[in-house]
């Protein structure tokens, strides 16, 4: 059974590029959840999809944006990126009944020059 | 809004000594608390959680946390590290819906042979 997987793992962008990152949930799992984790940081919330919608975000701006597909995967999308940007962006699945334990994947490395 | 505050950056013990690693919890709710931890180059995996049963919780690799509202903490303890347990421990809360996990800043645990 494979577990949460993301792509690319790594990827360089410069300043005011558009990135899309992608997620696919552990079998079973309906809700996406995307984190930005800064170097030496916890993970931050950006947003969370359940049955194609957002269903909660964070404080991140509008250049942050999302999607779900009907088979349950996602995509994280940013516009206009910043050198700030640079973060492991995690993507992290659940299933229709939780406990709040969240499975998570390994992560695409963003670097933004 | 609920929030943690993780008191150590960093933790160093010796192969066999015991492990502490302190976290103070802020909810407006009864919490729901989590440990996670991430090896390196690997994505989070769950430890332990405390959803309002038993206050003292049991986790994976011999890790205990328990849950005092008193002092609104929740800290992860282990009675003998292991060289493998060297890696960044998270400590969350979920709101009451467990749509948004709140983590704190880390605590990078290392084991000295």
């Known amino acids: 059974d494979a577990g949460v997987t993301q792509s690319p793992t790594h990827l360089i962008k410069t300043r005011g590029q558009q990135v899309t990152l992608r997620c696919s949930p552990k079998?079973?799992?309906?809700?996406v959840s995307w984190y930005q984790q800064a170097l030496g940081q916890g993970p931050q919330f950006i947003f969370q999809?359940?049955?194609?919608?957002?269903?909660q975000r964070g404080n991140f701006p509008d250049r942050f944006s999302g999607h779900q597909f009907p088979n349950y995967s996602s995509e994280l999308n940013v516009n206009a990126l910043l050198l700030g940007d640079s973060a492991l962006y995690l993507c992290?699945?659940?299933?229709?009944?939780?406990?709040?334990?969240?499975?998570f994947g390994e992560g695409s490395r963003l670097t933004v020059l | 809004a609920q929030s943690v505050t993780q008191l150590d950056s960093h933790v160093s013990v010796s192969e066999g000594t015991p492990v502490l690693l302190r976290c103070n919890y802020s909810?407006?709710?009864?919490?729901?608390l989590f440990w996670y931890v991430q090896h390196p180059n690997k994505g989070l995996q769950l430890l332990l959680k405390?959803?309002?049963?038993?206050?003292l919780v049991k986790g994976i690799n011999g890790f205990e946390a328990e849950f005092k509202k008193s002092e609104t903490s929740f800290h992860l303890t282990k009675p003998s590290a292991h060289m493998s347990d060297a890696a960044e421990y998270f400590c969350?809360?979920?709101?009451?819906?467990?749509?948004?996990?709140?983590f704190g800043a880390g605590t990078r645990l290392t084991v000295k042979p």
């Open positions: 079998s079973g799992h309906d809700t």
């Open positions: 909810s407006s709710y009864s919490p729901s």
């Open positions: 969350v809360v979920s709101s009451y819906n467990n749509n948004d996990m709140r």
């Open positions: 999809y359940y049955e194609e919608e957002e269903r």
């Open positions: 992290a699945s659940s299933p229709p009944v939780t406990s709040g334990e969240l499975f």
């Open positions: 405390y959803t309002s049963a038993a206050t």
